[in-house]
């Protein structure tokens, strides 16, 4: 009998039950969520991604990733910092993606906010992993239970409000947990897990030193 949260997929590995083993979602949870990410462009893309999800579902917005990314020039946040109104009005004629106004534009806002913490920190990567949450602030099991009831941690209540204070939008303490754990800066694989050690093997290996801005 398997664990609450947990289940068995058709290659006999057990996972997180969240995906529901539709074949995309499942994709996302065995080869990305959780996977340490150090490369500023895709740190910018998820936490934009994460405002943009807000009221609906991660698996509407990852189904419409790739139009996200060319709607805003791979979140290549020099690019979309200097968006203007034409491409605001370009978005909101994308059926592609979300056509919500303020979430466009609090994009093009935080692109604008990245340049400045880029400038301060030297990178994304080097301002959000020196937020990554000391090990006694973690929980010492990760079980379903654990997940539900922590949909956001004192971590991402910081971070949320250091962020607003630099002008960030759309960045409340849930929407940064989600962010913190789809990039590796927790660990939520549930116990159980096949995915677990090996991100727990991946974050202990990871070189924390991060300096020049990276783009991967």
Known sequence: MTARGIIVGDDGRQRCAWHGNLEDYRRYHDAEWGRPVTGDFRLFEKICLEGFQSGLSWLTILRKRENFRAAFAGFDYDRVAAFGDDDIARCLADAGIVRHRGKIVSTINNARRAQEMRDEFGSLARYFWSQEPPTDERPGVMDYETLVANPMTPASKR??????????????????????????????????????????????????????????
């Not at 962020?163 to 159980?192: E, I, S």
Request: glycine letters at 6%; a positive charge.
């Open 159 to 216: 971070i949320s409000k250091d962020l607003k204070k630099r002008g960030w939008t759309f960045v409340g303490p849930t929407t940064v947990y989600a962010f913190m754990q789809a990039m590796g800066l927790v660990n939520d694989h549930l116990d159980g897990c096949f995915c677990q050690p090996e991100v727990e093997a991946m974050r202990s290996k990871l070189d924390r030193r991060f300096s020049a801005s990276a783009v991967s």
